[in-house]
């Protein structure tokens, strides 16, 4: 159910989850009955990753599951993209994460009888993620068919102190009487079409989802190397194509009093450690299991092999009590800068929290890694990277841990030689950054919601400057992003084309693009490409000229190394300033592209909810030929491009979009209501926020078992940040305008801005401003400038929290207007949606039909 959908007036927190199988806790998320109806979500909801390696939260018996998942950040493997219709230009690589040998599965044996958890007589369940530690327990009192209880307690982490570690430990607990145990700890490469059985897997369902993940048909990754012995096991690999290198190895230690033996099996693409003893009633028998996982474009799988073991003596001298005190000690700190707090709903904190540990998961120890479109918890999207990192997940990162920000973003440098070259081939110069990728080059099969969205190169750039203003990195200014920003700028310059308007002098044009979009492609100036590529023009002459102002050597390096001339530069901003921003006056809406509003109106209010999302029901061209949107294209424009735009023009361009924005992506509610939450729709703008905050907790677009929508886990805290908590950085002073929703007493959440921590807490009556590390910093209040230092807090009055507008915008408000060439805006359907498709009457009906 869309927000504006939901009854107006009710902005309680929707009731989405069973709270008694998920009960609300503010720092975990809890699962206290097992079910297989929902196993891909909760594989999901459970996963644990660190940036680099990534665990779904599959079970350890390993047969009960939607679809195993062990990704690593950026391993991926290649293959050619067959077009039906071949053109120069088009993609010919296509890119795919790998799921690389599997290390979850421990599988348990009491008196010879397996525990499987669909069918397990269990007394007792429960399963828990902490968002303070990072750490996954279950726990299980299971009753064997002889009767015996047994306990069983398991613990699953993926380090963020150490990122090529992973921990396992399974303890087994006889109640009752003593019984034979086995336990097979297994690393299972299920890319060669085995399971833990080491017989084939069940075949996927075959469902056409663009949002799924492309399917290898043929072996992934070929053997290098295997070697085991009782306590260790190494499996090495090769991708076939991609020539990307990885090994992995496990190791165990058992904490058991009595005696056990092991036995171990090492081949190409499956080892195993079986371990098996006879416990007294109340013996609790512990194993310990500790995975390393090392990949590389370059280095030979055995030298990954040699690193493997490096890692895991490093950790076996260290001791997994210091594996799990790193952990916590990382958190802490990462809680500190990061955490949002919303007083008095313990529900919505367990949420907001949630979201946000999907971030560190997503991208904390990327090192110089992209963030994909579903982190590490799934395959959707084949693991790519796409501008859903820069606008939605750099944000937060900047604000809140900037070294991590810094690392996507000097992956998006080392990009550049394969943008310019994209760019080339595409008859532009400077650089076009692919719309999808994972090693820099074109993955994007769909040319027209894909290539064409040139905007992502103005996206890359808008965060490479938040990044640079809140940070002060001039450092990597002067040595990576001034490269970012002036090749950006020059595939601007040279995209658009000067044309006269008659009565409007000259303005700057740009044609045959896709803006964010994507029900809408192919236009002639775009709004939001054409005011984010106006940004992208400015800020690389303004970035040069504060280079030469400052630091004259550095500018002159650049100069050298890029070409860069006065002549240029002036081009540039030539081409900002007269930039073409669309203007209706009949409607008093900015047009989303040139002919956006020459287009039928899309009646979504009586579309079958059966034909949602639209892309799954409805051919593109139909899509296309209507004014309908997936996202936010003119609204985000609005948010990222504020200062540009009059309060008045914000909420009529609102107004306008908002009823006809499908929701069909994730991207889009969390910026509908930060832009609903500024123009006064206060209601709706929380309402937004809830489908935001529960996009993957409640599944709420049926694909969560592909992982997380890490871009909307970003957008949450924006909604939070920028929304509700009205904070806006246009410039480099920070900048407060709260809307706090009536039902909170206070918001509270941390930016970090050159060094300075600033705790904010939003009250209906006021916003108090707390220096939590630095030395201090300058703020704006609603036009009032205020300095804050370490010595007290400063509370600041607020006599309103915004105007507050009740419901939603009327979708009808601007049907019957009629357009500058005669014709009524009137909402409509595509003929297959309203009339029923009748079968060619027979030759005895033709006979017997009556005369018109």
């Not at 190394?561 to 073409?580: F, K, N, Q």
Request: with cysteine.
């Amino acid at each position: 159910m869309r927000a504006a959908e939901r009854p107006s007036g009710d902005t309680s927190a929707p009731q989405y989850l069973d709270r008694l199988r998920f009960p609300a806790d503010p720092w975990r998320l809890v699962e206290t009955e097992f079910s297989k109806d929902d196993l891909g979500v909760t594989e999901t909801l459970f996963a644990v990753g660190n940036g680099y390696l990534g665990l779904r939260g599959n079970i350890e018996d390993g047969h009960d599951a939607h679809a195993h998942g062990t990704f690593i950040n950026g391993f991926h493997e290649t293959w050619d993209i067959l077009h039906a219709e071949e053109a120069y230009g088009f993609a010919r690589t296509g890119q795919t994460i790998v799921n690389v040998p599997d290390p979850k599965i421990i599988r348990l044996y009491v008196n010879d009888e397996p525990l499987l958890l669909s069918i397990a007589d269990l007394i007792e369940y429960s399963r828990v993620l902490d968002m303070r530690d990072g750490v996954l327990t279950r726990e299980l009192l299971w009753r064997t068919p002889s009767g015996n209880r047994v306990r069983i307690r398991s613990r699953r982490m993926v380090s963020f102190a150490q990122r090529h570690v992973a921990v396992m430990e399974f303890e087994v607990t006889l109640l009752d009487e003593e019984a034979p145990i086995a336990i097979s700890s297994q690393l299972l490469n299920r890319a060669a079409g085995i399971d833990e059985y080491r017989a084939n897997p069940t075949p996927n369902s075959g469902i056409n989802d663009p949002r799924k993940a492309s399917k290898l048909d043929k072996r992934v990754l070929e053997p290098r190397l295997h070697t085991g012995d009782d306590r260790r096991a190494v499996l090495g690999y090769q991708a076939e194509n991609s020539k990307m290198t990885l090994a992995v190895a496990m190791q165990h230690t058992v904490d058991f009093d009595g005696d056990f033996d092991t036995v171990c099996e090492a081949e190409e693409d499956y080892a195993k450690h079986v371990f098996r003893a006879r416990p007294r009633p109340g013996q609790t028998f512990t194993l310990t299991k500790v995975v390393s996982y090392h990949t590389s474009r370059v280095v030979p799988a055995r030298e990954l092999a040699d690193r493997c073991h490096r890692t895991l003596d490093r950790v076996e001298a260290e001791g997994i009590a210091k594996q799990y005190e790193d952990q916590r000690a990382w958190l802490d700190g990462f809680w500190s800068r990061s955490d949002v707090e919303i007083e008095g709903h313990d529900d919505v904190q367990q949420a907001v929290r949630w979201n946000m540990f999907q971030l560190a998961q997503a991208a904390a120890r990327g090192d110089g890694l992209g963030v994909a479109a579903k982190g590490l918890t799934g395959s959707g999207y084949g693991g790519h990277y796409f501008w859903d990192s820069e606008i939605y997940v750099m944000p937060f990162f900047t604000y809140t841990s900037p070294i991590i920000a810094r690392n996507a973003l000097r992956y998006r440098y080392q990009m550049l030689p394969a943008a310019r070259r994209r760019a080339a081939e595409l008859a532009q110069h400077g650089a076009l950054y692919p719309w999808r990728t994972i090693n820099g080059e074109e993955a994007s099969a769909y040319y027209a919601a894909g290539t064409a969205q040139y905007h992502i190169d103005a996206d890359i750039s808008f965060a490479v400057d938040k990044y640079v203003r809140a940070t002060g990195d001039d450092e990597f200014l002067s040595r990576n992003g001034i490269d970012i920003l002036i090749e950006t700028a020059r595939m601007w310059a040279d995209l658009g084309f000067w044309r006269k308007v008659e009565g409007k002098g000259e303005s700057f044009r740009i044609h045959g693009v896709t803006g964010p979009d994507e029900y809408t492609t192919v236009v002639n100036d775009n709004l939001y490409t054409n005011v984010m590529a106006r940004f992208n023009l400015r800020v690389a002459a303004k970035s040069l000229g504060k280079l030469r102002d400052r630091w004259p050597e550095q500018f002159e390096k650049v100069v050298a190394r890029l070409g860069v001339t006065p002549d240029e530069v002036e081009e540039w901003e030539r081409a900002a300033d007269g930039m073409a921003i669309l203007w209706d006056d009949l409607l008093g809406i900015h047009p989303q592209d040139a002919l956006f509003n020459e287009r039928e109106v899309w009646d979504l209010e009586n579309t079958p909810a059966d034909k949602r999302p639209l892309l799954l029901h409805f051919h593109p061209l139909v899509i296309y030929r209507f004014q309908v949107l997936k996202q936010a294209d003119v609204v985000l424009a609005l948010f990222l491009q504020g200062e540009h735009f009059t309060p008045e023009q914000k909420r009529k361009d609102f107004e306008y979009y908002d009823p006809i924005t499908t929701g069909d992506s994730t991207l889009s509610g969390v910026v509908q209501s930060i832009i609903a939450a500024e123009v006064g729709y206060h209601e709706l703008a929380l309402r937004y926020f809830w489908d935001g905050l529960y996009v993957d907790l409640a599944d709420l677009h049926e694909n969560a078992a592909d992982g997380v929508h890490t871009a909307s886990t970003g957008g949450v805290w924006s909604a939070l940040v920028y929304g509700f908590g009205g904070f806006r950085d246009h410039d480099d002073v920070l900048r407060f305008d709260p809307r706090l929703p009536e039902q909170w007493p206070s918001l509270t959440y941390r930016i970090t801005q050159r060094g300075t921590r600033v705790r904010v807490t939003v009250r209906q009556e006021s916003i108090l401003f707390a220096i939590e590390e630095g030395p201090g910093l300058t703020v704006d209040v609603r036009g009032e400038r205020h300095s804050l230092t370490q010595l007290q807090e400063l509370e600041v009055p607020l006599d309103h929290q915004g105007e507050r507008i009740p419901g939603a915008p009327d979708a009808q408000a601007f049907h019957g207007t009629v357009r500058a060439d005669g014709t009524v805006i009137t909402p409509s359907l595509p003929t297959s949606v309203t009339e029923d498709v009748e079968e060619p009457p027979t030759e005895t009906q033709q006979l017997h039909m009556p005369e018109s």
